[in-house]
């Protein structure tokens, strides 16, 4: 074996190498940033032509000399080898099969040797083609307990939100945890576990109203989250009790004109004073102001309008006072408005009738409905219990998608650009699969099939998902995956994890797409309630039936209702047809 230069051009590819397939872009252009920063690390291995020829022939490397190309340069270093009789064809099948990527705890031990020898994050970052905040990110592991990481160079990984607790956490936590949690020779750990009982409340910087002046005071440090995104303040802190307190005394400090702090309920809402009624719109003058923190520990500000106090005796409206020392006094009342609170009621209900008749008969074009249905999700009756972030009304926090909607003017003008980032964002807060109230229920499902979210779903081969899979959901995994179950369930699990390490799984109970029969019957329990709930409406159908001619209604209604729920998929074309219509309408 030798080691000599030559131009990379010269060298002549091996037909019978076993890597046939492309690599990926995102593969290439790392090698490239590498081979440009520090050049060939490893040399490809060749050998002389056959034959007697004077080229050289690869054996391992053929990537690497191509990207040695496109990087420009004019000379490598290749190690030359004895010709083989198969022409390489096993050193390249071995040289291939054997080679592994670093995992995340070896990336780390040779970042932090690079940084030992001179190297700064962000040349790393360069010659390893990562952003910096992935290279912060490995240095991390810094902060996690020895036994812990001995255990992650298994190939044992907590997921990035579990390293996130656990590296949070001090040594002294992470060693009480590890001893109650350390798994036996040859188990993985519970991560899970461990991370919950690392965490601890945060408070974030972004939520914070108070400045450093209060935080100091307090003896707030905040701790920068390097798994926040890139584009949000992601520092918070542990110390809750100074949070809350620096907060209060913001709010003490600046407690506005006819201003009150208050606490909240067991719902999260603002306990306002006795006989309040809160204010929705725009508050006058004269209404109240009560700023209260969150759960979440944010300063929230409501207005509320108290009952007028009662007039005094002896005044009675319009009368002039008639007796007492002040009988010469005229005391009047406001000026009557031109429109009653009555009057108002009625103009709203007028209004709502014309809207929702125009909205079912007046031409709309598809741009301007997109527009409208973001617009009314920004309405101050609109509650959501969204999966995005927690329960919010829709006045509060659709209006930052709508805003850019409007000209300067006021009025409705928008590109296509701007409606379709509007309406994503509206969707993102409103459809949820989660568990418990914010679950949009069979809609969202709906909505994920029709848009392919099933692509977006994670790999669900992880120890934390298989652990609630039964013994028969677990064999099922293994023959789609062409993996003979083991004896044990314990065996079973360890040899799916490790096949989908390398393999992205998806159990079929995680498809958006809803089981054909359950989405049948949902959408006929729609089409029955429409029907069922009409029929008692009095001349609904505008063919101007009187209350007499409706008395059999009832025995009418139990029968329909009873063949709606009764009826099968083929028997039900009528009721079918009418859904379609109005569907199409």
């Known amino acids: 074996m030798q080691i000599v230069k030559v131009d990379p051009r010269a060298l002549k590819e091996n037909p019978d190498r076993m ?32 034959d007697g020829g004077n080229g050289y022939i690869i054996d391992a490397g053929h990537r690497r000399v191509r990207l040695a190309i496109a990087a420009g340069l004019e000379e490598i270093d290749i190690l030359v080898v004895d010709a083989a009789n198969d022409n390489g064809a096993m050193r390249s099948m071995v040289e291939n099969s054997v080679r592994e990527p670093l995992n995340p705890v070896d990336q780390w031990r040779g970042i932090e040797r690079l940084v030992a020898l001179g190297w700064t994050e962000e040349a790393i970052a360069v010659a390893l083609a990562l952003p910096v905040r992935q290279i912060r990110k490995l240095r991390l592991l810094a902060n996690v307990l020895p036994a812990m990481l001995e255990q992650m160079a298994l190939g044992d990984m907590p997921n990035e939100q579990q390293l996130r607790v656990i590296a949070a956490a001090g040594k002294v936590d992470q060693k009480e945890v590890w001893k109650a949690h350390k798994p036996k020779k040859g188990d993985t750990a519970p991560w899970w576990q461990i991370a919950n009982a690392l965490t601890k409340k945060r408070m974030y910087a972004k939520d914070a109203s108070f400045g450093d002046d209060l935080a100091q ?17 992601g520092r918070y802190t542990t110390n809750v009790e100074g949070f809350m307190g620096a907060q209060h005394e913001w709010m003490t400090s600046n407690l506005p004109k006819r201003g009150a702090i208050v606490e909240i309920n067991s719902w999260g809402q603002p306990e306002l004073p006795k006989k309040a009624s809160q204010v929705y719109g725009k508050p006058s003058k004269s209404d109240h102001t009560a700023i209260y923190l969150d759960r979440d520990g944010k300063v929230q500000t409501v207005h509320y309008r108290m009952p007028e106090a009662a007039k005094p005796k002896g005044i009675a409206g319009d009368e002039p006072v008639t007796g007492g020392d002040d009988a010469d006094t005229i005391v009047t009342s406001k000026a009557r408005p031109d429109v009653t609170q009555k009057g108002h009621d009625m103009i709203g209900d007028f209004r709502t009738d014309a809207l929702h008749d125009a909205l079912g008969r007046a031409p709309i074009e598809d741009d301007m409905l997109m527009a409208l249905l973001v617009l009314a999700f920004a309405g101050q009756n609109v509650r959501v219990e969204s999966g995005a972030d927690g329960t919010f009304y829709g006045g509060k926090r659709f209006s930052r998608h709508v805003v850019g909607l409007f000209d300067k003017h006021g009025k409705l003008a928008f590109d296509q650009d701007t409606l379709r980032v509007a309406v994503r964002s509206v969707l993102i807060d409103v459809l949820s699969c989660r568990r418990g109230m914010s679950n949009s229920g069979m809609i969202s499902r ?50 799916l994890i490790e096949h989908f390490a390398t393999q992205h799984f998806v159990h079929p109970a995680g498809r958006f797409a809803p089981p054909a029969d359950e989405l049948l019957d949902w959408i006929r329990a729609g089409a029955a309630t429409d029907v069922i709930g009409s029929a008692g409406h009095e001349d609904d159908d505008g063919d101007g039936a009187s209350v007499d001619e409706e008395q059999d209604g009832p025995a009418d209604e139990d029968a329909e209702q009873v063949d709606l729920q009764g009826v099968n998929v083929d028997a039900d074309d009528e009721h079918d047809q009418d859904f379609d219509q109005r569907a199409a309408a």
């Open 217 to 233: 005071a307090y003896g707030i440090e905040w701790v920068e989250d390097l798994f926040a995104p890139a584009d949000q303040d």
């Open 446 to 495: 709906i909505a994920g099939d029709a848009i392919g979210a099933d692509e977006f779903l994670p790999n669900m081969g992880s120890e934390d998902f298989l652990l609630c899979l039964s013994r028969q959901a677990l064999e099922a995994s293994c023959t789609e995956a062409s993996i003979q179950p083991r004896q044990k369930v314990r065996e079973t699990r360890a040899a």
């Open 19 to 50: 890597r046939q397939s492309k690599s990926s872009p995102q593969a290439d252009a790392l090698m490239l940033a590498t081979i440009k920063a520090v050049g060939i690390v490893q040399p490809p291995v060749v050998a002389p032509e056959p």
